[in-house]
Structures are given as C-alpha cells and as structure tokens.
C-alpha cells in the first residue's frame, strides 16, 4: 500500500509526516490516522474485535454451564 507522504497533526499537537494508514504519536500513544475514511475503518475492526470477544465468552459461558453445572446439577 503505498501513500503519498502527508503531514498530519496529532490531537496533542505533535506533527507528523506519514505514509501509513496509521501512525502511534511517540509523545502521547494516541493513533493518529492517515485521513478520516481510515480512523472509520480503524473503527469498524475494533467493533469486529469486541464482537469475536463477545463470541468467544459466550462460547465459554455455554461450555461451562454444559460441562460444569449441568452434570452438578443431575447429582
Ligand atoms: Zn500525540
């Protein structure tokens, strides 16, 4: 992917020159994106994030109360 180099500002006000989609400031952590389509996109993977998360533990959730407290429960 290659980006024409752009100079953007942090929120903190430190300057950077970029070519990435997404840049970590080194004064202050937060993500500075390239244009605002990427801080969307950058969004929208979070939101698939928490969701694979929220799978995962109701996928536990339902294993456990199917391996653990089922069989306790029939005792
Ligand atoms: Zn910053």
């Known amino acids: 992917m290659a980006l024409e180099p752009k100079t953007v500002t942090c929120q ?3 300057e950077y020159r970029i070519r990435r989609p997404v840049h ?3 004064a202050c952590g937060r993500a500075v994106f ?6 969307r ?6 939101y698939y994030v928490y969701l ?3 799978v995962v533990i109701g ?6 109360i199917e391996m653990i407290a ?4 029939k005792m």
Do not use: H, K, W
């Open 70 to 73: 089922d069989p306790l429960l």
């Open 24 to 26: 970590y400031c080194t």
């Open 52 to 54: 694979a998360v929220a």
């Open 12 to 14: 903190c006000g430190a």
């Open 34 to 39: 390239y244009s605002e389509g990427y801080r």
């Open 59 to 64: 996928f536990v959730v339902y294993i456990f």
């Open 41 to 46: 996109r950058d969004r929208l993977n979070n």
